[in-house]
């Protein structure tokens, strides 16, 4: 990642936790160097996927600092630092800035429903105004399934003519290609990441830059593959790629699918500590995880 622009495939990563259920930084080190190693551009911890609404700010700075003191570049991370209440967005963005990051992934303040546009742009105003940093490189993250707060196209528009390339792109999990498109014929060197892996090729082939997915904590070398047969011009190759990969998210969204992918790593290793959520999020079922693996066989899927 760098400039203005993030590119590729960027994991959004799981957050293993300890017996107590504070974040185990030994697995997440590890998990995090597995996935550099099998064809992710970057990693976005501290995501939906790694439960980031479910810690505390000051646990999430300790994530950010443990990953680069374990050596974890920090030019490869792109934390969310989305919150409720802008100055905590404010001080985790900060500190992400000041261990060297390269860009932050930041949702709406999510507890108010129906907010207006003006709203929105103001949270999002507010605390670029308030890191108050020449470094920051704010991408948003469009969530409205999870969120309930629209980025509509508007307050895209007033952030960049306002903040120009501190809004450096966007996290677009709406699975709406025709806005993803939009976004990347209006704002040139605007970032434009999908947040499902369904639309990895599509946005490749619209001019976006790539994707943040969950589904690439298990299925990273399958979405290198995408990118880089579509980066040689291999289309047809691309096209194959792609409708594997759709087809393990498929699997992964058949079940709750950060339980699912936990016990997939929990198996593969022998570890069942990876197994462990954190309140409200619980294991998969005995039910859930038959479904889960079975799936994963049928279509012949093992981790790279």
Avoid at 14 to 35: I, K
Avoid at 40 to 64: H, K, Y
Avoid at 68 to 91: H, Q, S, Y
Avoid at 128 to 150: N, Q, T
Wanted: net charge negative.
């Amino acid at each position: 990642m760098t400039g203005l622009a993030a590119r590729g495939i960027f994991a959004a990563v799981l957050t293993p936790l300890d017996a107590d259920l504070s974040p185990d930084m030994g697995r997440m080190v590890a998990h995090c160097r597995w996935l550099l190693a099998h064809g992710c551009d970057g990693l976005a911890i501290l995501g939906t996927t790694g439960e980031a609404n479910s810690f505390s700010v000051d646990e999430r700075i300790a994530i950010l600092e443990g990953a680069v003191a374990a050596g974890i570049p920090p030019e490869k991370l792109l934390p969310g630092t989305g919150a409720c209440a802008f100055p905590d967005a404010v001080r985790l963005s900060r500190r992400a800035l000041d261990l060297g990051m390269a860009g932050v992934l930041t949702l709406p303040p999510f507890y108010y429903k129906n907010v207006s546009e003006d709203g929105v742009f103001a949270a999002y105003a507010e605390t670029i105004r308030r890191v108050d940093d020449p470094r920051l490189r704010m991408f948003v993250y469009h969530f409205p399934a999870m969120s309930a707060v629209p980025v509509g196209f508007d307050v895209i528009a007033r952030l960049r003519a306002e903040f120009g390339e501190q809004v450096a792109g966007i996290k677009d999990s709406s699975g709406d290609i025709a806005f993803m498109t939009r976004l990347v014929e209006a704002f040139p060197g605007f970032s434009v990441l999908s947040g499902s892996d369904h639309e990895l090729l599509p946005v490749l082939k619209a001019g976006g830059a790539g994707a943040i997915t969950a589904a690439a904590n298990i299925a990273c070398a399958l979405a290198a593959e995408v990118r880089d047969r579509f980066l040689a011009g291999d289309l047809e190759g691309a096209e194959a790629a792609q409708a594997n990969l759709s087809a393990v998210r498929r699997v992964v969204s058949s079940v709750p699918a950060i339980a699912a992918m936990k016990a997939l790593f929990a198996r593969a290793g022998g570890d069942p500590g990876w197994e462990r959520m954190r309140p409200p999020l619980v294991p998969l079922s005995a039910a859930q995880r038959r479904t889960f693996f079975e799936g994963l066989d049928e279509i012949g899927f093992e981790l790279p």
